[in-house]
Nanobody
Framework: QVQLVESGGGVVQPGRSLRVSCVGSGRTFSAYAVGWFRQAPGKEREFLAV????????YYADSVKGRFTISTDNAKNTVYLQMNSLKPEDTAIYSC????????????????WGQGTQVTVSS
């Protein structure tokens, strides 16, 4: 069993940066792909970024490419999402997921999800 816990959300002004974190426990993550997703009120879950734990495979959604960066810290079993140049439309609940197959994450499917952390971009 894998448990994922996100943190780091909050209220931030447009144009500023924020980093959210996702700590995994229960298993070592060297075999897992990890990804970040978000869901705004009344909208479907949106894929943002996914990477293999080794970092050899990496994908971003066009909507965040160049602004968001996914990274991992193996020693801390943690995956990060660095978000720069935030916009009001980035307001959503941000969730991480882990799966043995990266392709499933690209399809927004996973056996393991965190509970999410709220990010609000507002002046």
């Amino acid at each position: 069993q894998v448990q994922l816990v996100e943190s780091g959300g909050g209220v931030v002004q447009p144009g500023r940066s924020l980093r959210v974190s996702c700590v995994g426990s229960g298993r070592t993550f060297s075999a897992y792909a990890v990804g970040w997703f978000r869901q705004a009120p009344g909208k479907e879950r949106e894929f943002l970024a996914v990477m293999s734990w080794t970092g050899t495979t990496l994908y971003y959604a066009d909507s965040v490419k160049g602004r968001f960066t996914i990274s991992t810290d193996n020693a801390k079993n943690t995956v990060y999402l660095q978000m720069n140049s935030l916009k009001p439309e980035d307001t959503a609940i941000y969730s991480c997921a882990a799966d043995l197959r990266l392709r499933r994450l690209l399809l927004k499917e996973s056996d393991y999800w965190g509970q999410g952390t709220q990010v609000t971009v507002s002046s």
